[in-house]
């Protein structure tokens, strides 16, 4: 079983920056694709950024393409999340996912992922 917490997350000024992290604890989470989703007020819960077992590839949804940064620390066996030039739109509960699937692909599907955290508030004001 693996259990996600992140962290990191609050409110800043639009423009500004923020770096969640997600620490995974129970087993290693070396060898799952991870990703990072996002939920705000009274919508559904949608894909952020995704990242491949070993690192080696990302994807992102389009709204983020060229801000935010997925990345991950193996020997910490956590995943981040940096955000840059935010917006108001970008105001939700970020939330880590790792797939549970050895070596296999990343995904920008919610049902791809097996193990979810709590999540991290990030509120952006105008």
């Known amino acids: 079983q693996v259990q996600l917490v992140e962290s990191g997350g609050g409110l800043v000024q639009a423009g500004g920056s923020l770096r969640l992290s997600c620490e995974a604890s129970g087993r290693s989470v070396r060898d799952f694709p991870m990703a990072w989703f996002r939920q705000a007020p009274g919508k559904e819960r949608e894909f952020v950024a995704a990242?491949?077992?070993?690192?080696?590839?990302?994807v992102y949804t389009d709204a983020v393409k060229g801000r935010f940064i997925i990345s991950r620390d193996d020997a910490k066996n956590t995943v981040y999340l940096q955000l840059n030039r935010l917006v108001p739109e970008d105001t939700a509960v970020y939330l880590c996912?790792?797939?549970?699937?050895?070596?296999?692909?990343?995904?920008?599907?919610?049902?791809?992922?097996?193990?979810w955290g709590q999540g991290t508030q990030v509120t952006v004001s105008s």
């Open positions: 990242i491949t077992w070993d690192g080696s590839s990302t």
């Open positions: 996912a790792a797939s549970g699937k050895f070596w296999g692909p990343m995904s920008k599907g919610i049902h791809d992922y097996t193990f």
